[in-house]
């Protein structure tokens, strides 16, 4: 009832390659190409299989231990131009460690809040959904990996070797983490908060991933503690029964089967924070392998980006024939200003008809048509640009975790 079950046996049922028969769905299979059970993404050893773990559709299995799934690009395709939603069992899961929870029981989960507080609290998820005691907030925002799309980078950088699949935009649901502070009561000289999940590092050795936020970006009222993602439980592996949400923040600080809420009085230096998920420390965030920035920061937010999701790389389409385009875009919450779109390579650009907003940290999903003249290929480019004026750039900055992937994507398709 309340908890939610990964067995062990259901484990082993479904990390393995499914068959045929659990390829529903013409979108994989369209993509898919050695077989049906294998997609290839477009850049070098970029052959995966498809798997299905519980509560996800078949996905691209990154790898197995830590569970980490990627999302095809087709499955971000709004069929409704005003819901760019991507749903539960088709969003992107990544893990760091191997040992995660098999068995939630949601009605005893706790999650604690000490530290540099004057209340220590435990609190079960009934408090947080208990409208007496906190008042439910609920917004559409983009969980994007911090690694997304690392795998197009150009010198190859080691990592999680993810296509554009390591992102989603859901509606999430919880209480604000500004009104769980509130009732501990953060003393003076409280510097940041730390976020713990029950998931830990197989050895003792392996750190355990654990986040930091400011004091200020903790309490400015948007970060969540999320019971729900489009208004259902979390599926398990998304971080069931609750998980920090931080729009506008890239996935990393979005703390799955949250547990342990700390107050700190200095800067946290976890390795998840002091070692990894740091960009380097200049206007570009920048870097080349022969100069490496000799100062980092903290990751924060996710760039402008965009994406054609109605055809793949190689598609065939009917020259002469109107060939709808639809897509996705999102930046790190100042939200979408113009997506634009070129046939010809980037020579010259028109502008999308962008469907509803469902707020400055979610997708924005895109349309347009394309009559391609004659037969002969074409460099179909998307182009985002944000209402803060940035816009994807052409060629891709580097860095050595391969972060920040955004540069504007082509997609090359044969008109027949
Ligand atoms: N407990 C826990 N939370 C975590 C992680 C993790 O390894 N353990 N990974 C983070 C990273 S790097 C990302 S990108 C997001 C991914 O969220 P998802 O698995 O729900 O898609 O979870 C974040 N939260
Ligand atoms: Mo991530």
Redesign the pocket.
């Given at each position: 009832m309340d908890s939610t079950e990964l067995s062990r046996r259901g484990f082993l049922k479904t990390a393995g390659l499914l068959g045929a028969a659990g390829l529903g769905g013409a979108r994989i299979a369209s993509a898919a190409t050695a077989s049906p059970s294998t997609i290839t993404l477009p850049f070098e050893n970029g052959t995966r299989t498809i798997v299905q773990y519980p509560q996800k559709k078949p996905l691209i299995l990154l790898t197995g231990r830590?569970i980490q799934l990627e999302t095809p690009l087709t499955m971000f395709d709004p069929t409704d131009i005003d819901m760019p939603v991507t749903s539960n069992d088709s969003?992107?899961?990544?893990?760091?460690?191997a040992t995660?929870p098999l068995t939630i029981d949601s009605a005893k989960h706790t999650i604690t809040v000490s530290g540099n507080v004057n209340t220590p609290l435990a609190l079960k998820v009934a408090d947080l959904k208990d409208p007496a005691k906190f008042q439910s907030i609920e917004f559409y925002a983009v969980?994007?990996?911090?690694?997304?799309s690392r795998g197009f980078n150009n010198p190859r950088v080691t990592g999680g070797q993810w296509a554009h699949g390591?992102q989603?935009n859901a509606k999430w649901t919880g209480v604000a983490l500004k009104d769980i502070l509130a009732k501990a009561g953060l003393k003076a000289g409280s510097v940041q908060v730390t976020f713990?999940?029950?998931?830990q590092g197989a050895e003792s050795q392996i750190p355990d991933?654990i986040?930091a936020l400011d004091v200020d970006v903790a309490n400015n009222g948007e970060v969540m503690v999320a019971y729900a993602m489009n208004g259902a439980d979390l599926?398990f592996?998304?971080?069931f029964p609750v998980?920090?949400v931080v729009p506008g923040y890239?996935?990393?600080?979005?703390?799955?089967?949250?547990y342990e809420i700390t107050v700190t009085t200095s800067v946290y230096d976890g390795f998840y924070m002091s070692t990894a998920?740091r960009e380097p420390d200049n206007a570009c965030t920048c870097e080349t392998p022969d100069a490496l920035s000799p100062t980092t920061r903290p990751v924060s937010h996710p760039r402008v980006r965009s994406f054609l999701t109605s055809l793949i790389e190689g598609a065939q389409v009917k020259s002469g024939t109107a060939v709808p385009l639809r897509g996705i875009a999102y930046d790190g919450g100042s939200g979408i200003k113009a997506v634009d779109i070129s046939v010809d390579g980037g020579k010259t650009w028109v502008g999308a008809n962008l469907g509803k907003s469902l707020g400055n940290y979610a997708f924005r999903a895109w349309e347009a048509t394309f009559t391609p003249a004659t037969p002969g290929p074409f460099a179909i480019k998307v182009r985002a640009t944000a209402n803060t004026g940035e816009v994807q750039p052409e060629t891709q900055f580097w860095q050595r975790t391969g972060y920040g992937f955004n540069a504007i994507e082509t997609v090359n398709v044969t008109a027949i």
């Open positions: 830590a969003f992107f899961v990544r893990y760091h460690n995660i969980n994007a990996c911090t690694g997304n390591a989603g713990n999940g029950l998931d991933f986040k599926p592996l998304n971080g998980r920090l890239t996935g990393t600080y979005w703390v799955k089967h949250l998920y």
